[in-house]
């Protein structure tokens, strides 16, 4: 059950009660489904039964598959509701990232050279070490302490926007915390988030499940997944990955 593949189970994310509750459901509803069981590409603290890991139910991602299981006699009926999604697309744009090594950068750049969007880079008031061993050491010591890093800019005219492009290295198989600052500073309420992310091979990570939970009342568009700095066929990727979501044209 652990590792390889997360699974989806069929529960909606969200708080569960506070009576004790044998095999508890979760929420009644939601527009959030839960995946148990860590994949390929996340850390031990991941793999386990108890770690509720959401995304929308029409989405996917690398790490993510399912179980097929037939239910036991008397067990009742599952029924779905309705999926809730919204298409991305439409409204002014903003191109929000963090770099570190200037990967995020490029491919921020190179976004908003096909779009216009205007871009936003999350910056810290005390930045990280220049040096790679030591960032290391300071991204895992704020996951551990899920620490919100103070930025140091801010937008100003967040409700301009209706969509945000949010750009990230992944770091240790999730978002950078100062991302988590980002995402806490504003209502997302009605608006979109389309994911990119940089990496060395770890792909997202639960890094689209980090950004579900801090941002419940957005909808999410198809995230792009960019090896490094993206090489030769960024440009052409981007341009997909941007028509793909309704960005252009």
Known sequence: MHGNVGEWVWDYYGDYGTEAVSDPTGAGTGTL?????GGWNDFAKNMRSAYRATLAEDKGSFNIGIRLVRGIAGSGVVASADMQ?????GGKVLIAYFSWGGNT??????????????????ELVNPYSDDYNTVLDEAQRDQNEQARPELAA???NMDDYDTIILGYPNWWASIPMPIASFLEEYD???KTIIPFCSHGGGRFGQSLTAIAKLAPDASM???LSVHYSGG???????TEWLRTNE???
């Open 85 to 89: 999604s919204e298409e991305s697309g």
């Open 154 to 156: 801010h937008v100003e």
């Open 221 to 223: 568009g198809e995230a």
């Open 232 to 238: 030769s066929s960024l440009s052409e990727d981007i």
């Open 105 to 122: 950068r490029g491919i921020a750049q190179e976004i908003q050279a096909q779009t216009g969007a205007d871009l936003f880079e999350i």
């Open 33 to 37: 489904r839960v995946y148990r069981g």
């Open 247 to 249: 960005i252009l044209e």
């Open 188 to 190: 997302f309420l009605g």
